[in-house]
Each structure stands twice: as C-alpha cells, then as structure tokens.
C-alpha cells in the first residue's frame, strides 16, 4: 500500500471521453477554459481531445483548433487520443506530441468503434506511429486498450486476449499502456488478474486504469491496483463519460471522488479538493449551456 510520501499520477478524461456521450457541443473556448481549470486544481495530465472523424462523434469536432488552443506555458502535459492512421497523422501535425493510440480487446467493440478487427487496428496503426516518429521525433506515443475486460458485444475478455493487444503496442515501442474497463462492469478480482497476467508477460510496462463505475465497484479496484503497486489512474471531472459505441458503458470514475479516496489513504496527488469542485462545477455550466449535437 502507498505511503503518504508516495504519489499517483491521476489523468482527467472529461474533454474526451466525459464530453464525447454528452448529447451536446460543447464550443472550443469552453473546453479550453475546462482544461485551464483542471490545472489551476493541479491536475498535471490531461486528455485533452480525440482525433476522429467528427461525422461519427461530433462532440469531439474541432480537435485541431483544440490543440492549438493548449495552454503552453503550463506543466500539464496534454494527451490526444487517436484510433487510426488518419487520426495520428492529423494530431502530429496539428502539434499534438503526446498522442495515445487505442485498440480493443474485444473483437466485437472493435469493429462497432474503429469499423475493423483488433488485428487490423493495430496493424494500421503500428505503421502510422512508426512514420510519425520517424518524422516527429519529439512525439511521444502511449496507448489504452478499450474493452480490456469486458466486451459489450463478446462478453468478458481472456487475460490471453488482452496480452495479445498488448503485444502488439509493445512491437510498436509503447512502454506506457491503460487498460479501460469500458464497460464499468468488470470486478476488482477480474481486472486484477487479467492485470497480474499482462504485467507478468511485460515487464517493461507501465499499466495504469481507466475505470468506468458501474456498480459503485471502481474505487474498490483502484484499492486493490494500489495494493499491487499500480501509480495512474483514468477518471473524469463530474463522473461524465461513456462509449457512443459500448452499449451499456457507464460513466467515468469522477476524478473528485478518486481524489477525494486517495487523500483518505494518505496517497498524494498534488490535487487541490476545492478547486477541483470548481473545476467540475465549470464543467456542469458549459454543459448546459451548450448547444445539442446535431442530429
């Protein structure tokens, strides 16, 4: 178990995931001013946008005018999520230079979300990072595997499965990985041994979770993850989020509430409670202020 000299690196995904199932727009500035909150709480990893096609998730169009608009003279470092080719080329060169690829372990959620198989999303994306590196060798790539553990659509995920996911980012040279429980149903006995299993296999990997909270049941892993030495952590301001393509996904972990547990046990996080409450209530504001997404 973590002292209180010991610290975990918490990551805030409501520009992306928490945004993307909100039924609205939420306008560049807004997102931009959220983000700008966020650090003044002393968040110091941020996702800031997804690079996709804005047809299929319109809450996330404008991403290039997103990175743009970062803070640069911060100490956040701000994340882009991509999920194909074309989506890694346009976040290097929009200026994005931590780019975070996603596959998924489940088969079934990987052709609803990147319309192929988990073998071609890897295959294709295994070549784009290589050219960008090439080219932008100031880019940094991480990657997240969506559905580690529970599919919607093929049911629970063999920890064989998922090593085979991350395998593949492995060949690629990523050594930071994030294991999504997508869903939020997974239980803290499953996502533990399905990660015991994936950090046996790959020692040189950094797993940290992203844990959605279905059943009240996340803050319970992250105890167990804790206990196992795991120091990052995925959750969202207000506890928005969800998948437009995993029927049933629940919303994020709220970064509020993982905060708010972690300094019980005495773990830091360098994360201040009250203008993290701000932060959160910034959120609430844009949302409902923003216009619906067109359907």
């Not at 998730?57 to 743009?68: C, K, L, N, R, S």
């Not at 780019?99 to 071609?120: L, M």
């Not at 105890?223 to 994020?252: E, I, K, Q």
Request: hydrophobic share 45%; glycine share 10%.
């Amino acid at each position: 178990m973590p002292g209180t000299s010991d610290a975990v690196l918490l990551t805030d995904v409501v520009l992306r995931d928490g945004l993307q199932d909100e039924p609205v727009f939420v306008p560049v500035r807004d997102r931009i001013a959220i983000a700008e909150a966020l650090s003044a709480a002393g968040l110091r990893s941020i996702e800031a946008a997804s690079v996709v096609n804005p047809a299929r998730v319109p809450q996330m169009a404008g991403a290039e005018e997103m990175i743009a608009g970062l803070p640069k003279d911060d100490p956040v470092r701000y994340s882009v999520l991509a999920l194909n080719a074309r989506g890694v080329e346009r976040a290097v060169a929009a200026g994005a230079r931590e780019i975070t690829v996603v596959a998924s372990a489940g088969q079934g959620h990987s052709r609803a979300n990147a319309g192929r198989s988990t073998q071609e999303a890897l295959a294709g994306i295994g070549d784009a990072v290589a050219r960008a590196a090439s080219e932008y060798p100031d880019a940094v790539f991480t990657a997240g595997v969506a559905t580690a553990f529970v599919c919607p659509f093929d049911g629970e995920v063999p920890a064989s499965q998922l090593a085979d996911v991350v395998r593949g980012f492995a060949d690629m040279g990523i050594t930071r990985v994030g294991l999504a429980d997508t869903l939020g149903t997974a239980t803290p006995e499953q996502v533990m041994r399905s990660l015991r299993a994936v950090r046996s296999a790959f020692p040189g990997i950094d797993f940290g979770l992203h844990l959605h909270n279905a059943r009240g049941q996340a803050l319970h892993t992250v105890d167990a993850a804790l206990d196992a030495g795991v120091t990052r952590f995925d959750s969202a301001a207000g506890g928005y989020g969800g998948c437009p393509f995993a029927p049933g996904a629940h919303g994020n972990l709220a970064t509020e509430e993982l905060v708010a547990h972690l300094h019980s046990r005495g773990v830091h996080t360098g994360i201040d409670e009250a203008a993290l409450a701000d932060a959160v209530g910034l959120v609430r504001a844009c949302l409902a202020r923003a216009e619906p997404v067109a359907a």
